[in-house]
Every structure is written in C-alpha cells, then in structure tokens.
C-alpha cells in the first residue's frame, strides 16, 4: 500500500496510477491528483493575504499537501501536452467524447467541455463549411437562374430554355453541390437514423436525396413515370430546389460555427486576464506558487502589490487597491481590507 502525495489517499500499489522521478515513485488514486503532483511549482513570497471561496473539486473533498519546488517541469508539460480534450454537446450535455464531432442525438458540432488560457482553437469544421459554401454558391446561382428562366416571359418559348442542353447542365451543376457539398449533412442524417433520434439532418439528407433522385430518375428514366407527370412533355426536374437548400443550410452551419467561434475566442479572453498561478501561504507560514487549479477553497493566498487577483476571495490580512474595472467597468480601483 502507498500515500497519494497530493490527497493523501491510501491506494493499492499495484492497481493505482503511477509516475517515476528520479529514484523515486509515486502513486495516485486518480489522473487529477497525478496532473496536479506534474504541474508543481515553484517558491515565492508577497503583502494582502485572502481566503480562497469558491468550488475546486478534488482538493476540496480529500485535502493535500503541497510539493516542492523541484518536480520537473518537463514531466508536467509532457503530461498536460498528452491530455485530451473533452468534447460536449451544447443541448445534450450527457453525450461526451474525446475527439471533435458530431452529437449523435441532434447532430449539432461538439464543443470543448473546457478552455484553457493560450490554447488555438479548430477552426477545420469553420473553414470547411466556409470552402464548401463558397463551392455551392459559385454552382448554384447559375442553376437556380437557369432552373427559374421559363418564367421571364419574353424567354420561355426559346428552344434550349426547356430542352436537353438546360436539363443536363443542371444536372452536371447540381450534383456536386449536393453529393459533395452535402455530403456532411447525408452522413448526419445517416447517423441519426441508426441512433433513433431522428433531427433536422434527417429531414434535410431525406429531402435533399428524395429531390436529387427524383429529378435524376426523371433525367435517365422518364418512361418509368405516369403520363400525368408530363409537363410539356417532360418530367419536371428540381434540381435546383435541392442545390438551394444544401446551400442555406451551410449559410447555416457557417453562421453558427463563426458565432461559436467568437464565443470561444471571448472565454479564452476572460481566461487569459487571470493568472496562470497564485502564492499559496502553507499551515507552517512558508509561501509556495501553486498553478491556479490547485488552489482549494478555504486556502490562504497572498497577493501582491501590481499582482492580479487569483481568484475570488475574502480579504484576511492587509489592505490595498484592486482594479475591478473588468467586472463593474470602473476605471477607478476600489480599496480592499479586511
């Protein structure tokens, strides 16, 4: 049997996580207490002292002591470099996996369950859909002008208006927007009939294909429809109905994607203004820079003067001025004290 170094956990050598510096070894009841033993830091010392409020999860609930400053940092960006990424669904929080998709139940593209300061957001699915726009929309605005000419008076009794040259042209334009352009919106679809949870991609892949079909089987097999879907002699095509409505349902997407994208880029901003580390005052009055998630409700921090606040808290010891401007929009600091 080991001691979790950081929670204090008794834990079964032989089934517990463990991590070798040095001569020594170490072993840790979960990969939270083993994160948090690779990201220690380093000694430093400060004038107004806090008390840390709010919710930090497994430090609250089990208590730990810290490290010394010597574990190498090496370790520590070797093992936050491995860490993956949770991704979740904004409606349906209860799905998450460890990789960028799709939710399986309303198709909506997954998000980061979490941001962490200075990390590039994926900007692939933005710029995907935004090459994929641009393709449908060059293709499509030629076949809807062509699909729509027989309406203008003056041009709906000119021979190739309604003959085989325009009928094939929309074809040759219309099936890359679909069976290229859409694609995504087949594969979602697809999905979401094998999952049962049936969504607006399930309505859009049924009636993106039912149109494309139709028209296509028009195209190559007009002797299989009833005399009555003969209008001037031909089967009517829609073709363009379905390059049309590929083409605003990835207006859609794209919309939304650049949206979600602004909204991450304004987490991340929030993030960034505070600290990356706090100085933890111990139980025996020695300082020690912990990195922000291992600080614990009801810990002692001290700030310095020019320091930023770590995080919220309750001022025990000093007093000086905060700038509170990025909460209240105050320019003025605020003076703080016991």
Known sequence: MAKDPICGMTVDETR?????????????CSERCREKFLAAPG????PVTARAHGDHDH?????????????????????????KIIYTCPMHPEVEQDHPGNCPKCGMSLEPKTFS??????????????????VGGILTLPLFLLAMVHLVPAWSHIEWVAGAVSRWTQFVLATPVVLWVGWPFFQRGRRSVINRHLTMFS?????VGSAYLFSAAAMFFPWLFPPSFNHGGQVDLYFEAAAVIVVLVVLGQVLELRARRRTGSAIRALLNLAP???RLIR?????????????????RLRVRPGDKVPVDGEVVQGRSSVDESMITGEPIPLEKEI
Not at 117 to 134: H, V
């Open 283 to 299: 139980n025996d009055g020695d300082e020690i820079e912990v990195s922000l998630d291992m600080v614990a409700v009801g810990d």
């Open 16 to 28: 517990a996580l463990r991590t070798d510096l040095g001569d020594n070894s170490f072993y840790f």
């Open 203 to 207: 309505l859009i892949a049924l009636g």
């Open 43 to 46: 000694e430093t010392g400060s």
């Open 276 to 278: 990356p580390t706090a």
């Open 117 to 134: 300061p200075g990390t590039a957001e994926d900007d692939s699915e933005l710029f995907d859909m935004t090459r994929r726009l641009w």
């Open 59 to 83: 430090a609250q609930h089990h208590g730990r002591e810290i490290l010394p400053a010597n574990t190498p940092k090496s370790a520590a960006a070797a093992h936050r470099a491995a860490e």
